[in-house]
């Protein structure tokens, strides 16, 4: 009987081609089909990258793919953009319970208040997303799909970005303490990550064409280490934060 395996991938950023990439990579490791890949924010939501890759070219993903927004996204478009392309990937909701095989999945896109460029409006995770998700009780939640991760942990900051505060989002402890989820995995910080705090383990993933994270039905977690070629992108897209 074949086990059902999860692909977790974060940081997209418009490099659509690296999901098929890792999945092909991953199924050729496991032997099997992967069930779904979960993307941890930072898609790339963004009209005319979307249009090309998915309209013009007509490519599609060789599996389901379901995700998170993370901050390098359209946001004023985000919900046009989600409902356009949802026969590409399924967006979920802040505060939304999704099932991975056996694992019930706490989602929470956004990410804490950078600056102006990184962190665009609508982005912030608020009050009200907190609420959203404290609505569950915590046994409907075995672990959390989180772009930005919460405060603390010791994620370290980025390069050249260390005049800001140490990573992560305050408002995001109170769902661990709430839930103590059993996972919690993360992207945003460009970083491997592993920690296990208080029963949890907090897993950061880094770019999505640096490697991915597998999550067996049994409850193993396995860490893979795999390149995939991309283009670097425009200098003037970096600087507005589009990738
Ligand atoms: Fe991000």
């Given at each position: 009987m074949n086990r059902e395996t999860v692909l977790l991938i974060s940081d997209i950023h418009t490099n659509y081609h690296v999901i098929n990439a890792q999945i092909e990579h991953a199924e050729e490791s496991c032997g099997q089909p992967i069930s779904q890949v979960f993307?941890?924010?930072?898609?790339?939501?963004?009209?005319?990258?979307?249009?090309?890759?998915?309209?013009?070219?007509?490519?599609?993903?060789?599996?389901?793919?379901?995700?998170?927004?993370?901050?390098?996204?359209?946001?004023?478009?985000?919900?046009?953009?989600?409902?356009?392309?949802?026969?590409?990937?399924?967006?979920?909701?802040?505060?939304?319970?999704?099932?991975l095989g056996p694992w019930k999945g706490l989602c929470m896109g956004g990410a804490r208040y950078m600056d102006i460029l990184s962190t665009p409006?609508?982005?912030?995770?608020?009050?009200?997303?907190?609420?959203?998700?404290?609505?569950?009780?915590?046994?409907?939640?075995?672990?959390?799909?989180?772009?930005d991760c919460p405060k603390g942990l010791g994620v370290p900051g980025a390069l050249e970005l260390e005049y800001y505060d140490a990573p992560g989002e305050p408002l995001l402890d109170c769902l661990a303490e709430h839930f103590h989820p059993r996972w919690w995995f993360f992207g945003h910080h460009h970083r491997w990550f592993d920690l296990q705090k208080d029963g949890t383990r907090y897993m950061g993933l880094p770019q999505s064409w640096v490697g991915y994270v597998l999550l067996h039905d049994g409850g193993e977690v396995e860490i893979v280490h795999h390149a995939v070629p991309i283009e670097s992108p425009s200098w003037w897209k970096r600087m507005l934060g589009l990738r």
């Open positions: 993307v941890l924010g930072d898609f790339g939501f963004f009209g005319d990258e979307l249009h090309d890759y998915f309209r013009r070219r007509q490519n599609s993903f060789l599996r389901p793919v379901f995700c998170i927004e993370g901050n390098h996204e359209d946001h004023g478009a985000l919900q046009k953009l989600t409902a356009k392309y949802a026969d590409v990937v399924s967006h979920l909701q802040r505060g939304a319970v999704h099932s409006r609508g982005c912030e995770i608020t009050a009200d997303d907190i609420d959203a998700c404290l609505a569950h009780s915590p046994d409907e939640v075995d672990l959390v799909l989180s772009h």
